[in-house]
Nanobody, 119 residues
């Protein structure tokens, strides 16, 4: 099992920035792909980005250029830097992890942190 400790989040003005962090423990970090998701009440959970151990990052197409993921394997930590925030970015943001491998499921989740962007 993997435990994910999430921190960050809060409030920001439109055009501002926030940085979320997620630290993993339990399973070897090198065996995990780390993801970020977000969810608005009443709506489906939305994929934000996924980071590989190698440093390769995939982003939701519409978020490219505003959101940036970084990863420090020595600290078992991944960050989500959110810039040029918009009110529609308001959501609960979740850190997630899945085993390395083709088609692996997202098995582990953080508790979520609220991000609120005011106009």
């Amino acid at each position: 099992q993997v435990q994910l400790e999430e921190s960050g989040g809060g409030m920001a003005q439109a055009g501002g920035s926030l940085r979320l962090s997620c630290q993993a423990s339990g399973r070897a970090f090198s065996n995990l792909r780390m993801g970020w998701f977000r969810q608005v009440p009443g709506k489906e959970r939305e994929f934000v980005a996924e980071s590989y151990f190698s440093g390769y990052i995939e982003y939701k197409e519409s978020l490219k250029g505003r959101f940036t993921v970084t990863r420090d394997n020595t600290k078992n930590t991944v960050w989500l830097q959110m810039d040029s925030l918009k009110p529609e970015d308001t959501a609960v943001y979740y850190c997630a992890a899945r085993p390395t491998g083709f088609g692996a499921s997202w098995e582990f989740w953080g508790q979520g942190t609220q991000v609120t962007v005011s106009s």
